[in-house]
């Protein structure tokens, strides 16, 4: 399973105990995979900015997990052609990501432990937020190029009744600079070509006979040019329709054409241009927002933890990966029935602090009596 649970309980003895009963029950009856979870010592600081902390820190897990969901997203639109391979560019230090949690380690480098806390969390806010940053300018840009192509190329994929015909038509299909003279696009259903064959030139006075030739086709008919005098557009155009034959609006444009055949020429090579750069940034800033979630976790479960063991710091932080979905009932009974004891140890911390501690709800199901964060790497698959 990509699911982690990241729990601590106090470093005593009789607790120590107690992780070791939880590693024997979980192993013995296959619950999960445990190991301990490394966490620095951090400068405590004051109980009140510890509270303050745990708020900030509860709303930063919640935006960095949103940020490396729309990151992963994007790589998969990126790589529209080459999904399979999305996998392989959701790393963390070239790492794929159980991995990289299972054998978490504290970056001392770019968040040193001595500084305060404060200026941890600081850090892990400002680099995030500028992640998000440069993520929506550069999937502005990329998504924007990828609309203009995508409606480019709907024109050209629609029935002979509205699709472009730029990619069609060519210069001799049609009389061009005449004063009298003027070639139409006719759309004729399959079933009448060879009615159309016997009364194009009947349809108006003025038709150039043996004007006119097939060139393209769809499922439903094919496309005819027709040449005529200028002057009986407009009565071929009705007796036309009376045959259930429709004119086609089309007026030879070389310019336009040239256009728009050089705007989609354009629009591939700037797709092209942008894809690689654009995946390697994705690549590289998806693996450091994804660690700098992880650092946040371990803060998280250090702050919770001094808040509800009180000082000095001592407790044990331990990452479970539960063997299979089903199991995870079994294992929670298991936890809540090793750590039971801790009960009366967080209710006495919430009462000689006299502060509301964060996760601790005393008589909501969803409490539990040890220092408990979920990690749900599924949602990245």
């Not at 729309?70 to 790393?91: F, H, I, P, W």
């Not at 054409?257 to 750069?277: A, V």
Request: glycine share 4%; charged share 25%; hydrophobic share 40%.
């Amino acid at each position: 399973m990509s699911e982690f649970w990241l729990i601590s309980a106090p470093g005593d003895k009789e607790n120590l105990q107690a992780l070791e009963r939880m590693n024997t029950v979980t192993s013995k009856s296959n619950l999960s995979y445990n190991t301990k979870f490394a966490i620095p010592d951090f400068k405590v600081g004051t109980l009140d900015s510890l509270v303050g902390l745990s708020d900030e820190l509860g709303k930063l897990d919640t935006f960095a997990e949103s940020l490396i969901k729309k990151m992963a997203q994007s790589v998969v639109e990126v790589m529209e052609d080459a999904k399979g391979k999305v996998q392989e560019n959701l790393l963390a230090n070239g790492a794929d990501l159980t991995s990289f949690v299972t054998h978490f380690e504290w970056d001392m480098a770019k968040y040193p432990a001595k500084q305060p806390l404060v200026g941890v969390v600081d850090t892990l806010a400002k680099q995030l937020a500028q992640i998000e940053t440069d993520l929506k300018s550069r999937t502005a840009a990329f998504n924007t190029l990828k609309t203009n192509l995508e409606n480019l190329e709907k024109k050209s994929m629609g029935n002979l009744f509205t699709r472009t015909l730029c990619d069609i038509v060519s210069k001799e299909d049609f009389v061009l600079d005449s004063e009298y003279l003027i070639t139409l696009l006719v759309i004729v259903p399959k079933p009448s070509y060879t009615e159309w064959q016997k009364t194009y030139e009947s349809l108006s006075d003025m038709v150039v006979p043996r004007s006119t030739k097939l060139i393209a086709e769809d499922k439903e008919g094919g496309l005819f040019t027709v040449t005529l005098f200028r002057k009986v557009i407009d009565d071929f155009k009705t007796k036309a329709k009376e045959n259930k034959f429709t004119v086609r609006e089309f007026y030879y444009d070389e310019t336009e054409i040239k256009r728009e055949r050089e705007e989609m020429t354009r629009l591939l090579s700037d797709k092209k241009q942008q894809y690689g750069p654009l995946l390697r940034w994705l690549k590289v800033n998806f693996s450091e927002a994804f660690i700098a979630w992880i650092h946040i976790k371990a803060l998280r479960v250090f702050v919770e933890s001094v808040l509800r063991y009180g000082l000095p710091v001592n407790f044990q932080a331990v990452l479970l990966q539960p063997h299979k979905k089903s199991a995870t009932k079994r294992l929670r009974e298991v936890l809540n029935s090793v750590f039971r004891h801790l009960d009366e140890v967080a209710a006495a911390s919430v009462l000689d602090a006299s502060v509301e501690i964060p996760g601790l709800q005393l008589n909501n199901q969803d409490y539990f009596p040890y220092v408990y964060f979920h990690i749900d790497l599924s949602l990245l698959d």
